[in-house]
């Protein structure tokens, strides 16, 4: 069973950081592709950073590499900094897990198979 679970949102005011954390279940963690977005209220979910398992990251050109992202397969986890915030980041902050283990990283999520409930982030101005 492969669930991925994100944390570390928060409410921040602008241009404060936040390290967001997902932690997904499943014994091939190592070979996932992992993938965060975001969605505000009434837009379309949005890419920002995805990593694969040879650690090679993609990012979104809305935030760039502004957002670094990581992970720790030890600890079957995978990071995403945010900074510095702006008030129009606020969303809700989503996993999503590729767990075909290809180097190609998708930006559309429709390529992730695996979703977590999201973790709120919202900034104040």
């Known amino acids: 069973q492969v669930q991925p679970v994100e944390s570390g949102g928060g409410l921040v005011q602008a241009g404060d950081s936040l390290r967001l954390s997902c932690v997904v279940s499943g014994n091939r963690f190592m070979y996932y592709t992992i993938a965060w977005f975001r969605q505000a209220p009434g837009e379309e979910r949005e890419f920002i950073a995805a990593i694969n398992w040879r650690h090679t990251a993609n990012y979104g050109g809305s935030t760039g590499g502004r957002f670094p992202i990581a992970r720790d397969n030890e600890k079957n986890t995978v990071s995403l900094q945010v900074n510095p915030l702006k008030p129009e980041e606020a969303a809700i902050y989503y996993c999503?897990?590729?767990?075909?283990?290809?180097?190609?990283?998708?930006?559309?999520?429709?390529?992730?198979?695996?979703w977590g409930q999201g973790t709120q982030v919202t900034v104040s101005s």
């Open positions: 999503g897990v590729d767990p075909t283990g290809g180097l190609y990283i998708s930006t559309m999520s429709g390529q992730y198979d695996y």
